[in-house]
């Protein structure tokens, strides 16, 4: 975990720190597996619908493919826009 996070925690003893960064770090955990696992079934469930084989057919590949990429780019260019309101807003303060 980032150290400039715990910042405001300052006045904390040691083991509190301790403890808030790894609840910090558990959460931060749970959400990229919540998306990973998200990502998984928006895309098996667009995509994948023939299950005649063990393997997916091309279409169902190409398609699973530009749908994690379509998935991981709308969450980068979220959590980028995310990050420019907070730097704005911490810069009106």
Same mark, same amino acid.
């Given at each position: 975990?980032?150290?400039?996070?715990? #910042?405001? $925690?300052?006045? $904390?003893? %040691?083991?509190? &720190?301790?403890?808030?960064?790894?609840m910090v /770090?558990?959460l931060? $955990?749970? /959400? !990229?597996? +919540?998306?990973?696992? *998200?990502?998984? @079934?928006?895309?098996?469930? /667009?995509?994948v619908?023939?299950?005649? +084989? &063990?393997?997916l057919?091309?279409? %169902? %590949?190409?398609?699973?493919?530009?749908c #994690? @990429? &379509?998935f991981l780019k709308? !969450?980068?260019r979220?959590?980028?826009?995310?990050a @420019? $309101?907070? *730097?704005?807003?911490a810069?009106?303060?």
């Amino acid at each position: 975990m980032d150290k400039n996070m715990l #910042a405001g $925690l300052e006045g $904390l003893p %040691e083991e509190d &720190k301790n403890r808030m960064s790894a609840m910090v /770090d558990h959460l931060q $955990l749970r /959400d !990229s597996l +919540r998306m990973y696992n *998200s990502l998984v @079934e928006r895309c098996f469930n /667009d995509c994948v619908d023939n299950f005649t +084989r &063990k393997t997916l057919q091309k279409q %169902e %590949e190409n398609c699973v493919t530009r749908c #994690a @990429e &379509k998935f991981l780019k709308h !969450s980068m260019r979220v959590g980028l826009r995310f990050a @420019e $309101l907070n *730097s704005q807003a911490a810069t009106q303060d």
